[in-house]
T-cell receptor
Framework: KQEVTQIPAALSVPEGENLVLNCSFTDSAIYNLQWFRQDPGKGLTSLLLIQSSQREQTSGRLNASLDKSSGRSTLYIAASQPGDSATYLCAVQTGANNLFFGTGTRLTVIP | EPEVTQTPSHQVTQMGQEVILRCVPISNHLYFYWYRQILGQKVEFLVSFYNNEISEKSEIFDDQFSVERPDGSNFTLKIRSTKLEDSAMYFC???????????FGNGTRLTVT
């Protein structure tokens, strides 16, 4: 069964710092990998989706990479802002068309 | 930007009662999903739905659960005979194609007392 792990569980950084969130998964037979943002009590906002054939995707200050063979993905956030404070979830989609989520990294950006 | 909407945002029910959680997916999407997140735990897949039938379901999705698309816009999750452990945030999602991003609603927080 697919297992998705995210490290660290929580991260606190001063405003302006660049940071990296890590995600690993046990079964490399994935369809794609998606990074989400979750604000407290809210739904899931899709940030980036990387197809299994791709190596990375970029959107604004966010860059996500995928190394399918080693079962790893990273989310890089440049020049962090207080508004980036949220929980970031990594999820892999299997051929069965469902997502397996990690436990998330709770990010706090200190002004 | 079109979005997935879920109602109600919070539902409180007594153990043993039936609840129906409602979702309106994005209008041109073809794939629909329900996920749940027990407080402090991972988001878990429940069921996917395509072409008016269940395409995949998890071990969690037993006979207590059912889904329906009663008309062209709504997608519902019914939970019969609710238990305390059904308390969770339930998320609906939809996608245009099997390989496109899932768009999630804001969730319904179900509290079973």
């Amino acid at each position: 069964k697919q297992e998705v792990t995210q490290i660290p569980a929580a991260l606190s950084v001063p405003e302006g710092e660049n940071l990296v969130l890590n995600c690993s998964f046990t079964d490399s037979a994935i369809y794609n990998l998606q990074w989400f943002r979750q604000d407290p009590g809210k739904g899931l906002t899709s940030l980036l989706l990387i197809q299994s054939s791709q190596r990375e995707q970029t959107s604004g200050r966010l860059n996500a990479s995928l190394d399918k063979s080693s079962g790893r993905s990273t989310l890089y956030i440049a020049a962090s802002q207080p508004g980036d404070s949220a929980t970031y979830l990594c999820a892999v989609q299997t051929g069965a068309n469902n997502l397996f989520f990690g436990t998330g990294t709770r990010l706090t950006v200190i002004p | 930007e079109p979005e997935v909407t879920q109602t109600p945002s919070h539902q409180v029910t007594q153990m043993g009662q039936e609840v129906i959680l409602r979702c309106v997916p994005i209008s041109n999407h073809l794939y629909f999903y329900w996920y749940r997140q027990i407080l402090g735990q991972k988001v878990e897949f429940l069921v996917s739905f395509y072409n008016n039938e269940i395409s995949e379901k998890s071990e969690i999705f037993d006979d207590q659960f059912s889904v329906e698309r009663p008309d062209g816009s709504n997608f519902t999750l019914k939970i019969r005979s609710t238990k305390l452990e059904d308390s969770a945030m339930y998320f609906c999602a939809s996608s245009a194609r099997i390989d496109s991003p899932l768009h999630f609603g804001n969730g319904t927080r179900l509290t079973v007392t």
